[in-house]
């Protein structure tokens, strides 16, 4: 059971991975900066396990204003959380660096 799970969880995380890849390279994200992207969606996982949709909104705008503050694209940051996970959070955060 197990075991089932944690094959269930690596290949979510998986397809996951590679729908962020696909945005990324659409927007022409430099590939030097794929891994921190990749960390935010590991981030979004964690944070958004068991939360109730009210609350989603929040924690993924507050995600979104952390991973800007490391350096990444708000624009970049709400299309990939509004693909993989349907929530679009508001970019209060536009003082991040330019696309």
Not at 8 to 22: D, G, I, N, P, V
Not at 54 to 63: E, F
Not at 73 to 91: D, M, R
Request: aromatic content about 8%.
């Amino acid at each position: 059971m197990q075991a089932r799970r944690y094959a269930e969880a690596c290949y979510k995380l998986r397809e996951q991975e590679l729908l962020t890849r696909r945005i990324l390279m659409r927007r022409g994200v430099p590939t030097i900066r794929f891994p921190a992207y990749h960390n935010f969606v590991r981030h979004l996982n964690r944070m958004l396990a068991g939360a109730d949709s009210r609350a989603r909104h929040a924690l993924v705008s507050a995600a979104v204003l952390t991973w800007v503050g490391k350096g990444l694209f708000p624009e970049v940051l709400a299309e990939v959380a509004g693909s993989l996970f349907n929530v679009h959070p508001g970019l209060e955060a536009r003082a991040g660096p330019e696309v």
